[in-house]
């Protein structure tokens, strides 16, 4: 099976000039933990996650004003640019999925942007695969398929 069969073609992007307080909004309105950052052509320039997010707000520079200011007010005075991964892997629509999973797992990343010509057409996620999984595993039950994938 080919990325391109399970890549998501809906793609939730950010420019890098944005604010953070953006990057929560947009992934919070589409149930996204990842968010490729676009240049104005669309070609990928980093990802910022959730992750990338919850560390910014735990740093020490913010930490101190944690609970003093609120938080809409710290994440929107920095651009996404300031915290997102710009040594972004990536990989083709082509390549096959278990590339992409195994890339996934040594790399330590939870999504793959799907580039062609450098710019972003899809994502391809670890729910995504593991949605495959469950369902080709005839012997998973129902419940155990639901909360493995639930989280978008």
Do not use: W
């Not at 919070?28 to 676009?38: A, W």
């Not at 999973?101 to 040594?106: N, Q, Y």
């Amino acid at each position: 099976m080919r990325v391109r069969d399970l890549m998501s073609r809906h793609i939730v992007t950010i420019a890098p000039s944005d604010s953070c307080l953006e990057a929560v909004a947009r992934m919070h309105q589409d149930r996204v933990r990842h968010l490729p950052v676009v240049n104005a052509d669309r070609t990928l320039v980093g990802v910022v996650t959730d992750r990338d997010l919850r560390h910014h707000l735990f740093s020490p520079e913010l930490f101190k004003d944690f609970g003093l200011v609120p938080v809409d007010v710290l994440l929107k005075g920095v651009p996404v640019a300031a915290i997102m991964s710009t040594d972004v892997i990536t990989i083709a629509q082509n390549d096959d999925m278990v590339d992409a999973a195994r890339r996934m797992r040594e790399e330590k990343v939870g999504s793959l942007p799907v580039v062609e010509g450098g710019r972003v057409v899809g994502i391809i996620t670890e729910t995504d695969l593991l949605r495959h999984i469950c369902r080709a595993d005839a012997a998973a039950s129902p419940a155990c398929a639901e909360i493995i994938v639930s989280y978008p």
